[in-house]
């Protein structure tokens, strides 16, 4: 048996902030969420991360932590309750289930005459042209 089997496992240490949740056991401290926030509200202190002020939830933080030990928390309600799981769920499955958002600059061809979800070919491009065979 080896020693890893022998020690008794904790559940994780979660703490939850006003918008973010942070598991104490998943992060390695590599400091990307503090880095990656565009209002500087994340801070690294005393071995912890800690949300500061002015969080917009923009979920960057959530989106680049390579260990999953943060996530952003849904918005509460007027008392400060966040909402129970199967709100959230449900709340989250009618974003997945709406249109994507495809920005303007993608809807048009990237070259005239092409399909703009498939690009041109080096073929199509030119197809009187031997790139493989110099004459």
Sequence with gaps: MYVAEKRTHRAPTIVDFVNIRWVDEWCKRCNICVEIC???SLVLTHD???EATDCIRCGLCERYCP???IEVLPKRDESGKLPDAQMAEEAASALRKSTPHVPEAAKGPAVAGTDPHRGMTDTESAPNVDRD???
Excluded: G
Aim: proline content about 8%.
């Design 133 to 135: 065979n110099d004459a």
């Design 38 to 40: 565009p209002k500087d």
């Design 48 to 50: 912890a991360i800690i």
């Design 67 to 69: 260990d999953l030990a």
